[in-house]
């Protein structure tokens, strides 16, 4: 009873066996990730290759992304879910059978990669999108910030589990493991009934519907552009955190391993937080934002490996209270005719800078210091913070909650 009082979105059935099989799920694919690594590394002996394995999982993303919203609105979002967990199945037994063959080009393990991305494209928003058919509005803010914490949690447990299975069975089975695990996604979502019936977009449906509902919210805009700033420059943690344990403090990979856990205990604090009854406004979406770039700045100056360790707790609970903040009020300010089509403008935000955001400071940290790059993205952050801050109070204020706005809804049917 004390945790349904805390989370009341695991109040519904259906959203708790939803939320356990993804969690299985979540855990499974980082599990999968961290041995397709691993495996492409001991082929062929080159860190680029790995680089690329990783990139070509994020390429379709950055050149799809604002489409896979576009089928989500025009289908049953559970039966698109269907589709896409069983076309993940279907790329970890190729991978699996692949390794037990003994037959791995690398091209097809590229191709492998890349494809697994193109589902994704879709997924995200329709996995999104579909959590508001299961709890309704009410309970939206809390069940995003479940979500989040499935996908925290998933990628604490998964890497070790997988590092684990790697040794003892070897990644061919790593893969098997994770094919089975959806196996389970599949089964809860074929016993799932949707808190109300919804009538996917009929006739013709502009890719770009999601871009044009927010073109006309000033609002979402600006709690959309706040996260894109932090989400490209401010979360490079995988770049600066490697290069502060090689060239600041000089610990080993164990101790680049306690960084990632303070992190980890701050984001997962931060993402239980947000979701208990906070009420997404600009203002708090911008406080957040201020925040994770004060405490960014504030990490980077730490002199001391124990002072630093400290400020990634704080940092890490500012991302991910912010990540909350802005997913809760996405999901509440859109209308359903183009739901999943600014799930798809949310996702090439959180995911689609990466690739322009961890070059950037990697250049910076080689030029000027890892401090200074880490500092750069904290007050890139504190910039705009303040940039919106003062643009909201001399408009619209900083007081707007998320309303949607039935007479955009057409945006999603013109061409």
């Known amino acids: 009873m004390g945790l349904v ?51 070509l999982q994020f390429l379709p993303v950055l050149l799809f992304g604002l489409w896979g919203g576009t089928v989500v609105d025009r289908f049953d979002r559970r039966t698109v879910l269907l589709v896409c967990q069983s076309l993940y199945a279907a790329q970890a037994v190729a ?20 494809l697994l991305g193109a589902v994704f494209v879709v997924e995200n928003p329709a996995r999104l ?14 069940a995003a910030s479940l979500n989040i914490v499935s996908l925290t949690a998933a990628r604490l447990t998964g890497p070790a589990i997988g590092g684990l299975l790697i ?37 013709p449906s502009n890719p770009l519907g999601g871009l044009a509902y927010v073109r006309r919210r000033p609002a979402l805009i600006g709690v959309l552009a706040g ?11 995988p770049v600066t ?21 303070a992190m980890a205990v701050g984001t997962v604090s931060g993402t239980l937080t947000a979701g208990r009854g906070t009420t997404p406004t600009v203002r708090a979406v911008l406080l957040a934002v201020a925040a994770f770039g004060a405490l960014e700045a504030g990490t980077a100056a730490m002199p001391a490996y124990p002072a630093f360790l400290v400020m990634l707790v704080l940092t890490g609970f500012a991302f991910m209270y912010l990540n909350t903040l802005v ?35 990697g250049w910076l940290a080689e030029h000027a210091g890892v401090r200074t790059a880490m500092a750069t993205g904290g007050l890139l952050s504190l910039a705009f913070a303040a940039g919106a801050t003062t643009w909201f109070l001399r408009h619209s204020g900083l007081a707007t909650t998320p309303s949607p706005a039935p007479d955009l809804a057409d945006v999603g049917t013109r061409r």
Request: net charge positive; hydrophobic share 50%; charged share 10%.
């Open 167 to 203: 040794t003892w069975i070897g990644a061919g089975w790593v893969f098997a493991v994770n094919a089975a695990s959806f196996a389970v996604v599949i089964t809860g979502l074929a016993t799932l009934r949707r808190r109300a019936p919804r009538t996917p977009t009929t006739g």
């Open 129 to 142: 999108s579909f959590v508001f058919d299961l709890v309704g509005r009410d309970r939206i803010p809390n």
């Open 227 to 237: 996260f894109a700033v932090v989400a490209t420059f401010g979360a490079t943690f």
């Open 5 to 55: 009082a805390a989370f009341p979105a695991l109040a519904e059935r259906d959203y708790r066996v939803y939320w356990i099989t993804g969690l299985v799920s979540n855990t499974g694919t980082a599990m999968q990730a961290v041995a397709l690594d691993w495996y492409v590394l001991n082929l062929t002996g080159s860190g680029t290759a790995v680089g690329w394995a990783v990139g």
């Open 327 to 361: 997913s809760s009020y996405v999901q509440l300010d859109v209308t359903e005719a183009v739901r999943s089509r600014v799930m798809s403008v949310y996702t090439v935000i959180s995911m689609g800078g990466t690739p322009i955001g961890g070059p950037a400071i």
């Open 95 to 114: 991978l699996a059978v692949m390794v037990a063959a003994g037959a791995s080009p690398l091209w097809l393990i590229y191709l492998l990669t890349f």
């Open 241 to 261: 955190l490697t290069l502060f344990a090689g060239t600041e403090f000089h610990v080993d990979a164990r101790g680049l391993g306690l960084m990632s856990t």
